[in-house]
């Protein structure tokens, strides 16, 4: 039995309890007894330069490690830097625990540093929030703070540690006997909707499963194999779904992209959506008004919103999916996936040519294609930016779950992801080869975020796809105002391979497409954190920013 101070109490909780030996932070005076407490018990801070990355790596660790993200920031401003990052968190799902530092108790409201009223702005971006007043509770509530987190839906939750007990002394035996918080409890759905639904499945003649991120947070792959492979039907899996089964897979629709979903709405008369919400993507569930719809989902909340569901299933997808399997036939529907190949087969081929066409000025999707073929499929492809994640997006295979993510892509459309998301996922797989393909006006958010890999010697690429703009809200102008009412939306050629440089890293500009493999096999064998700075045709419009543009139109 020894006394040990509130501080060094949080890190040993996270590391003997919950199992959490990696947290993302920017230091601050009021949680400086929290570092101590890591440096005493051997908790490895990947410390960034703004908080905001480090509420986005902390992000992508679960992605990459099915374990929540921890994000430790100060008071105040630590505070406010980490919102964008925590809300994009909410957004997605994402089990994301934040520990937040404060002014002293004794000290609000009375004009003490950074004091401000975090909770009450929290409150509408997190699942649970917190603040702890005793030494002694502060494994409790922070098991508690985990318990939320991955519990149901996951999400993000916010935890107050103020100096007044970081700074003090407890027993050590307030650990004794705890049980860890983020332990995940699954359930499966209602018997007889699982029948119904098994019969609604085996009646249609052209079903399609359209997966979302919740199937990313299940560990439902093995068994959605075994759905897709018995009942023959073609799927779709989107964001951090993707890749739960392979891209290439013969029943898989993502070689055509939007175009392979639109053909798909239209076409079939029977949608299956696991763990997908209903959104602007899908017009709110009003793109295929001739489809039975059965939705599965671990909030039984989203079952009908948007569009009603002929048949809702509440619970864990890989669960209810092993309920499914038993009960649906198996059935051949190659025809069927052949037909819907066949539709969308012309709208894609342009884009198929342009990774094959060589370019000059550099195509966007080429530049893509020579970045895949100089590093391979197996690798992890993170996609940060406007028009490029749509040529990222679509131009790259994903193997395995998050092994092509778009960081940008969700309902949050949040920029800037990319850096910090590859660099939580280098510190998560150190063996796996990760690029991030930026646009150069996503990679301004967070490029000094080289200084954190250069200085915890975290090597992964950033390709920059250099358009000279802030490219579907410049070509956005074009088509709605014209050409010469452009404004706010145009950047400078900038080298930004010199920043990379000057931190520390690797860098090269790259001008012609020829130079682009050469570039990146030189940035992979430099062993640092790289920046590959690619001037690309600033002219090139993408399908999502016309899709964006057509969302934004008021009847």
Not at 209 to 217: A, D, E
Not at 385 to 402: C, E, M, P
Not at 480 to 504: D, F, M, Q
């Amino acid at each position: 039995m020894a006394d040990i101070y509130g501080g060094h109490l949080v890190a040993r909780y996270l590391k003997e309890i919950e199992g959490i030996d990696t947290i993302f932070s920017l230091v601050g005076g009021h949680i400086d007894r929290i570092y101590d407490g890591c440096f005493e018990h051997h908790v490895r801070i990947i410390d960034v330069r703004h908080e905001q990355a480090a509420a986005m790596m902390a992000h992508a660790w679960f992605y990459y490690t099915g374990k929540p993200g921890v994000c430790l920031v100060t008071a105040g401003p630590g505070f406010t830097n980490a919102l964008t990052g925590l809300v994009n968190a909410r957004l997605e799902n994402v089990p994301l625990v934040v520990l937040c530092g404060t002014a002293p108790v004794r000290d609000w409201i009375k004009g003490s540093l950074q004091d401000m009223n975090q909770p009450d702005m929290i409150t509408s971006v997190v699942k649970w929030h917190a603040t702890c007043h005793s030494v002694k509770r502060i494994p409790e509530y922070i098991a508690t703070a985990f318990r939320h987190a991955v519990s149901g839906r996951p999400g993000p939750v916010f935890l107050e540690l103020p100096p007044d007990i970081l700074n003090v002394k407890v027993s050590d035996t307030v650990l004794a006997g705890r049980k860890k918080g983020g332990i995940v409890y699954r359930y499966r759905p209602d018997a007889a909707a699982v029948k119904n639904a098994a019969a609604l499945i085996d009646a249609a003649q052209r079903p399609v499963i359209m997966g979302g991120s919740g199937v990313g947070l299940s560990d439902c792959d093995a068994a959605l194999k075994v759905f897709v492979e018995k009942t023959g039907i073609p799927f779709f899996l989107n964001n951090a779904g993707r890749g739960a089964l392979p891209d290439d897979h013969p029943l898989s629709l993502w070689d055509g992209g939007i175009n392979a979903a639109l053909t798909a709405f239209s076409m079939s008369d029977c949608i299956i959506t696991l763990g997908l919400r209903l959104n602007w993507l899908q017009m709110f569930g009003e793109a295929f008004p001739q489809a039975k719809v059965i939705r599965v989902d671990v909030e039984g909340s989203e079952i009908d919103r948007n569009r009603d569901a002929d048949v809702g299933l509440v619970g864990d997808i890989g669960l209810t999916l092993e309920d499914l399997n038993p009960l649906v036939k198996k059935k051949d529907r190659s025809d069927w996936a052949k037909a819907l190949k066949d539709g969308y087969a012309p709208l894609i081929a342009a884009d198929i040519e342009l990774r094959k066409k060589p370019s000059a000025p550099i195509h966007p999707a080429r530049m893509v294609e020579l970045v895949r073929t100089a590093v391979g499929d197996d690798a992890i492809y993170i996609i940060d930016g406007g028009d490029i994640s749509y040529f990222g997006l679509v131009g790259l295979t994903a193997k395995s779950k998050t092994s092509v993510l778009g960081g940008a892509g969700g309902l949050f459309g949040c920029l800037g992801t990319g850096i910090p998301f590859g660099i939580a996922a280098k510190v998560a797989r150190p063996d796996t080869t990760v690029v991030v393909i930026n646009g150069d006006g996503s990679f301004g958010f967070n490029a000094m975020e080289f200084d954190t890999a250069v200085r915890h010697k975290i090597p992964f690429i950033c390709v920059i796809s250099n358009d000279t703009a802030w490219g579907m809200i410049k070509h956005g102008q074009e088509i709605t105002y014209g050409s010469e009412r452009l404004i706010g939306s145009e950047l400078n050629p900038a080298h930004y391979e010199k920043v990379c440089e000057a931190l520390g890293g690797y860098g090269e500009m790259v001008e012609k497409e020829e130079d682009i493999i050469p570039a990146v096999k030189r940035a992979l064998k430099s062993g640092k954190p790289a920046c590959i700075n690619v001037l690309t045709d600033p002219t090139v419009t993408s399908p999502a920013t016309l899709l964006l543009i057509d969302g934004l139109k008021m009847e």
